[in-house]
């Protein structure tokens, strides 16, 4: 073969493997690679990646730190990203740290971030899966956004509503007019202010006088905090007690003596059956009481008869006028208001 082809061959695969390794260098820088470090691969779940894609850029508290390097479907419910990370960043990246899906500004490119938490955990290792928080999507931020905005409408129609009846209102206005509205209210507000200045004063005294009451002054204080009072008390009761056994014991003693004298009633024995039950004692008594009330008249009859004798009636005379003497010389008593 002539030297000039073979010269022009090599020359051609030389353009060739240095189109190649100028397209993979390409290819890598687009990626975002470490082109001259290690890189390591972290995993996270999550139901939702909300268009997260390989290539996407991973942050770390703020910081780049690797791109998304897989996506995928582990199940209905679950989808597992797998990132590649600087492998110098794995001391500082723990094993608790939150990972979440986020925006570059607000309607960027979607990215990673990963949260450091402020609890001690052992540094992250290749193939780890960190724990995933889920955030809302623009699509759900958007979907509250028209339920606000749906809302503050409704809300904005009845205000509208209420400020034009406000607005129709004779009654409201007419008491916005009213020049002695002011004043009323003005008044008001002092009758307020001094009423409230007289509470503060009786709960001044009364905080005072609660004071004095713990101090032991005034009476009050005196027999709370008199210890003699409080002796004194306690004996006076104890001794009120030991009337009230006594009083007990009496009157235990009078039912029991009820009792004694109903069961003899009841068994037609004793005095007091004798008395009340005794139909002949009755008639006896009532003859002595009637034989005495005789007795009585005769005497007196007696004494009348006394008063007319000539024998004695100058003694009873004798009596009456020595009677009427002495009430002759008594003084005569003062009469109230003379």
């Not at 022009?8 to 690679?33: D, E, H, M, P, R």
């Not at 938490?117 to 889920?134: F, K, W, Y």
């Not at 409230?196 to 009364?206: E, I, M, R």
């Not at 068994?267 to 009340?276: D, I, M, W």
């Amino acid at each position: 073969m002539p030297e000039g082809v073979t010269t022009n061959i090599k020359l051609g695969l030389f353009v060739l493997a240095g189109l190649f390794v100028l397209i993979l260098t390409l290819y890598l820088i687009g990626k975002s690679q470490n082109l001259f470090g290690s890189n390591v691969e972290l995993k996270a779940r999550f139901r939702n990646v909300s268009g997260l894609m390989s290539g996407s850029n991973i942050l770390f508290s703020g910081i780049q730190v690797g791109t998304v390097n897989k996506i995928r479907i582990i199940d209905d419910t679950t989808i597992e990203v797998g990132f590649l990370v600087d492998k110098q960043m794995l001391p500082y990246i723990h094993q608790n740290a939150r990972v979440s899906i986020g925006t570059e500004g607000l309607m960027g490119n979607k990215i990673i971030n990963i949260l450091p938490v402020n609890e001690l955990s052992p540094p992250v290792r290749e193939g780890d899966l960190l724990p995933a928080s889920q955030t809302l999507s623009t699509d759900e931020m958007l979907q509250t956004l028209d339920r606000t905005n749906s809302n503050i409408a409704d809300i904005s129609e009845d205000l509208k509503s209420s400020v034009h009846r406000l607005n129709d209102s004779k009654a409201l206005w007419g008491i916005l007019d009213n020049p002695g509205l002011a004043a009323n209210m003005q008044a008001s507000m002092e009758n307020i202010s001094r009423a409230s200045a007289n509470v503060n004063a009786v709960t001044q005294d009364l905080h005072a006088m609660i004071a004095d009451v713990k101090n032991g002054k005034g009476s009050v204080g005196t027999l709370l905090r008199d210890t003699a009072f409080s002796a004194n008390l306690e004996e006076t009761l104890a001794k009120i007690k030991k009337v009230g056994d006594k009083a007990a014991g009496l009157g235990d003693e009078l039912d029991q003596m009820v009792d004694d004298i109903r069961y003899n009633m009841d068994q037609g024995r004793g005095t007091v059956h004798a008395l009340l039950r005794d139909s002949s004692l009755t008639v006896k008594l009532n003859a002595t009481m009637d034989n005495v009330q005789k007795g009585t008249e005769s005497f007196s009859q007696d004494m009348e008869a006394l008063k007319h004798n000539f024998l004695l009636r100058g003694y009873f005379r004798k009596l009456d006028k020595q009677q009427k003497n002495n009430n002759t010389a008594a003084p005569a008593l003062p009469v109230a208001g003379n």
